[in-house]
């Protein structure tokens, strides 16, 4: 069975400064109490993966959650004045041991879009972004920062699929660390209910890395729930392996407030 490997290098730092400088201080805005916000959150992903050459596998949100063995999802974001400074992390870990159908899009216009397969999957997916950001819009209503981080991505990957003719292993590891830049913040239609979104954009080891994230929230005392939907997308330039990674689905998080 044929071994294909593959190692990002962390590209020249042109790109991670580019995004970096525009953490955007654009007005003066009102003073906001300080305080941390800490987040658990749990993300029906599905997972879309784009291999060179073409062949799109994709994983439903429903097998991610049946075969996920372990994930940790969590948010910290610390508020001082104008200023944010927070870290969201991820990571998840997804085996799987099965004869099942994997759907493949192979671009051919006759070719089959499934094949039958003895699968023996693992996946490891580590995420942390670190980003701080500053107050350029406020209002009764609406809360806005501009934000700049860096972002740091690990796809590890080890997949052997055998079919009746043949069996193949690909053994993949892409680290990725990208600059960041966006905008996050709520819109609050009474004390209790609001809409938080995020939305940032990333370039670096990758072509360019994507995240947009909305929801509603509640609120109450110093915790709140939050269900929302939320997307991620990595576009490779340089790995063996992979050519794009999108994940999403929908996000339901518990934050406390001290």
């Known amino acids: 069975m044929p071994l294909v490997t593959s190692r990002t290098p962390v590209r020249t730092a ?23 916000t800490a987040s658990l959150y749990l993300w029906g992903t599905d997972v879309d993966q784009t291999l060179k050459g073409g062949t799109r596998l994709e994983t439903s949100r429903q097998t991610v959650m049946e075969n996920l063995e372990f994930g ?32 493949v899009e192979s671009g051919e216009p006759e070719g089959a879009e499934s094949i039958e397969t003895a699968l023996d999957f693992t996946t490891k997916t580590v995420m942390a972004h670190a980003f701080i950001g500053h107050q350029w819009y406020r209002d009764a209503n609406w809360s806005v920062y501009g934000t700049g981080g860096l972002r740091y991505t690990r796809f590890e990957t080890e997949l052997t699929v055998a079919t009746d003719e043949s069996a193949r292993r ?65 576009r490779l330039d340089d790995s063996d392996f992979l050519d794009e990674v999108i994940y999403e689905g929908p996000v339901v998080a518990y934050s406390y407030r001290f």
């Open 72 to 103: 940790l999802m969590g948010t910290l974001v610390y508020r001082r004045g104008p200023w944010l400074y927070g870290f969201d992390g991820l990571y998840a870990d997804i085996g799987k041991d099965a004869d099942v159908d994997v759907p």
């Open 14 to 36: 042109t790109r991670l400064l580019s995004g970096a400088a525009l953490c955007l201080a654009l007005a003066a805005p009102q003073a906001q109490a300080d305080g941390t």
């Open 170 to 234: 690909f053994d993949t590891e892409d680290n990725l660390t990208d600059a960041t830049f966006g905008l996050r913040g709520h819109y609050s239609f009474t004390p209790h209910w609001s809409t938080p979104f995020i939305v940032d954009v990333g370039t670096g080891s990758t072509e360019v890395s994507l995240q947009a994230f909305t929801a509603a929230e509640y609120a109450w005392g110093s915790s709140s729930v939050t269900a929302g939907y939320r997307y991620m997308k990595w």
